[in-house]
Structure formats: C-alpha cells, structure tokens
C-alpha cells in the first residue's frame, strides 16, 4: 500500500493522558499537513512541514500540541494533557509540492477523551 | 475562511449524472480548484483539480467558468456509493486546503 498511512486508527484515552500520532506520508512527498475534524465539519488545517521543517501552524494548535517531522519522513502528533474537546478525527495528508499536484489524506486517527 | 460557496445538500438519482456546483468569486490567477470527497468515517478522497482548462478523469469532470469565477463537478453516473460530502476548495499547489462544509450529495435508487 503506497498510500498515506496512519497509526492507531482509533485511540480512547483519559482527560489529562498524553496520546502520540503518527503518519507515513507517500514517499517522496515532501510536505506533509495535519488537519482535525469534529463530527459535522469539514477538517480544519492545524500544521503543515516542507520536508522536516514546521512553515505553518495554526491558532487551533495550542501549546498543548507539538508535531514534528525530524528527518522529513513520517511525522508525529503529540497532544498533552488531553481534555474532553480534543475528541475528534486527527487527519494527515501529502503531497509533492508542486504545481498541478494534488494531496492524498489518510484515514485518520480516531481520539476519544473520556 | 474556506473562499468557496457550495449548496448544502443535493439529491441525485441513481444512474443519472450528479452535477455539483460552487461559486469562488475571489480565486486568485494562481489558485486551483480541488474536489474532494469525504465518505462517512474515511478520510478525505482526492477527487480532481483545475487551473482554467475542463478537466476529466476515470472518477469525474471539472467544468470551469471562462471567469474562472464558479465551476461545476460532474459525476457522470452516480452510484449509491457516491453518496458523500464533497468539497469544493481553492487554494495554491502545495498550499493547505481550506475547506467549508461541502455538498451532502445523496444518491437515491
């Protein structure tokens, strides 16, 4: 499967436990985004690397959240001290980059909060 | 903000072809049009784009506007496996995806 792969697919976890992501991005992919996704919404953008560098992140990441690409491949989501509104669909996706290319999403992680 | 406008929900017959628009009136010269669609607990799936050409692929067609300024997303004959919510969004290559809330396309038999 040379798709964008992601692991675990479905993760419940304690309010104030630390849960960690990651994605395999396509290879040769260079950039790679993360997005969330609460029920009935359309995802929403939360980061995105070139390669192993962070170039965006957005006012939805709070200091709760860290990602991190470091050697360009498969990136992590760390989410600390978890609270019940972190629930939601944590989607990862990539792409080449360049123009007239598109990017393929994975099938998310899953993360309940109890 | 996503810089598109869509319906929020369509039905659409079995066999017939589903045509689904989306008005992005502020698309820059730089900008692609993308589709996605997003069926119930997957993730995202990558559709088609265009710049100002139509396009077509094994999946659907991509009207665009000379304007460039709306456009039109044409499955040709749609199964019950096409019902979804499709997204229309612009954006540059390799940029982040905004994306609204999307068509709930509903095929019916």
């Known amino acids: 499967d040379t798709g964008v792969s992601q692991d675990p697919r479905h993760k419940i976890t304690k309010r104030g436990q630390n849960v960690t992501f990651r994605c395999d991005p396509i290879?040769?992919?260079?950039?790679l985004y993360w997005y969330r996704q609460t029920l009935g919404q359309g995802p929403e953008f939360l980061t995105y690397?070139?390669?192993?560098?962070?170039?965006?992140k957005s006012r939805l990441l709070s200091d709760r959240f860290s990602a991190e690409r470091p050697k360009g491949s498969f990136s992590t989501l760390e989410i600390q001290r978890t609270e019940q509104g972190d629930s939601a669909m944590y989607l990862c996706?990539?792409?080449?980059?360049?123009?007239?290319?598109?990017?393929?999403f994975g099938q998310g992680t899953r993360l309940t909060v109890v | 903000d996503a810089k598109t406008t869509q319906p929020t929900s369509m039905d659409c017959a079995e066999g017939r072809a589903a045509n689904l628009p989306c008005n992005h009136s502020?698309?820059?010269?730089?900008?692609?049009v993308y589709w996605y669609r997003q069926i119930h607990s997957q993730g995202p799936q990558y559709i088609i784009h265009g710049l100002k050409n139509n396009e077509t692929n094994e999946m659907a067609s991509l009207i665009i506007t000379e304007d460039r300024k709306s456009s039109t997303l044409i499955l040709p004959h749609a199964t019950l496996r096409d019902t979804a919510v499709y997204y229309c969004i612009v954006a540059e290559y390799g940029n982040k995806l905004v994306f609204g809330a999307g068509t709930i396309l509903r095929v019916k038999s």
């Open positions: 502020t698309i820059s010269g730089n900008e692609y």
């Open positions: 690397f070139q390669n192993e560098a962070q170039l965006e």
């Open positions: 996706a990539s792409s080449l980059g360049q123009p007239n290319t598109e990017a393929f």
């Open positions: 290879s040769e992919h260079n950039r």
